[in-house]
C-alpha cells in the first residue's frame, strides 16, 4: 500500500530532550515536507527537501532541524524542544516538485513537550 | 503573515444545505489552489483542485469557484452529508515548486 508513514504517533517529552520523529514514504516520491498544525493556523511548512541532501527552510524552522540521506526517508530533530514546539506535525511527500503533484500526508505525530 | 486567509473557521449546516468556505489570497504568483480536507485523527488529502485559468471546477458534489481578479476561491459542498464533516483547507502554490501555502482550515459539522 503506497503510504507515508510518521513514528512516534504520540510523543510526550520535557524541555530540553532531543527528539526524533521519522518518516518515511514508499512511493519513490522526490519531494518532502514537514508542517505543523495549529488551531487557528492552519499548516505551517517547516522544511522541506526537493531531492536527496537537498533541504531547505519553510516558513517556520526554527528550532528544527531535518536531513533526507535517503530518498524515501526525511526524519524532523528537534535538538532541544521547548513548550512552543507543542503541536501536530504532519510528513509529506509528491511525485516530483511542480506545484501540480498532489501531497500525501502521514498519518500525523502529537508533540507535547513540558 | 498570512499570504491564504480562509473563512469561516467553523460552520454548521444541515444535512443537505450548501456549505461555502472562502478563501483569499495576496500573490499573483500563485497558479494551483487546492483543497484538502483532514478526518479528525488523519493527516489531509487532496480533495480537489483549481488552476487560475479556469473560472470553476466541479468533481461530484464538490466544487471550486474561482476569481482570479478578486484573488479569491472558494470551495461549495452541494447536498453535503454528515459524512462530510471535516477540517478543510485551502492553500496554494507556485509554479516554481511544490510548497504549499495554507489557510486557517475550516471546521465543517455536516448535523443528520
Known amino acids: 500500500e503506497a503510504q507515508v508513514t510518521q513514528n512516534p504517533r504520540y510523543l510526550i517529552t520535557v524541555t530540553g530532550k532531543k527528539l526524533t520523529v521519522t518518516c518515511s514514504q514508499n512511493?519513490?516520491?522526490?519531494?518532502m515536507s514537514w508542517y505543523r498544525q495549529d488551531p487557528g493556523l492552519g499548516l505551517r511548512q517547516i522544511y522541506y527537501?526537493?531531492?536527496?541532501?537537498?533541504?531547505d527552510k519553510g516558513d517556520v524552522p526554527e528550532g528544527y532541524k531535518v536531513s533526507r540521506k535517503e530518498k524515501r526517508n526525511f526524519p524532523l530533530i528537534l535538538e532541544s524542544p521547548s513548550p512552543n514546539q507543542t503541536s501536530l506535525y504532519f510528513c509529506?511527500?509528491?511525485?516530483?516538485?511542480?506545484?501540480?503533484?498532489?501531497?500525501?500526508f502521514g498519518p500525523g505525530t502529537r508533540l507535547t513537550v513540558l | 503573515q498570512q499570504q491564504v486567509k480562509q473563512s469561516p473557521q467553523s460552520l454548521i449546516v444541515q444535512k443537505g444545505g450548501i456549505p461555502i468556505i472562502n478563501c483569499a489570497y495576496e500573490?499573483?504568483?500563485?497558479?494551483?489552489f487546492p483543497w484538502y480536507q483532514q478526518f479528525p485523527g488523519k493527516g489531509p488529502a487532496l480533495l480537489i483542485a483549481i488552476r487560475p485559468d479556469v473560472s470553476e471546477k466541479k468533481e461530484g458534489r464538490f466544487t471550486i469557484s474561482f476569481n482570479k481578479s478578486a484573488k479569491q476561491f472558494s470551495l461549495h459542498i452541494m447536498d453535503s452529508q454528515p459524512g462530510d464533516s471535516a477540517t478543510y483547507f485551502c492553500?496554494?502554490?507556485?509554479?516554481?515548486?511544490?510548497?504549499?501555502?495554507f489557510g486557517e482550515g475550516t471546521q465543517l459539522t455536516v448535523n443528520p
Open positions: 512511493m519513490n516520491h522526490e519531494y
Open positions: 527537501s526537493m531531492n536527496v541532501e537537498v533541504t
Open positions: 500573490n499573483t504568483a500563485f497558479d494551483y
Open positions: 492553500a496554494a502554490s507556485m509554479r516554481s515548486g511544490s510548497r504549499l501555502t
Open positions: 509529506a511527500s509528491s511525485f516530483g516538485t511542480s506545484s501540480y503533484n498532489e501531497q500525501f
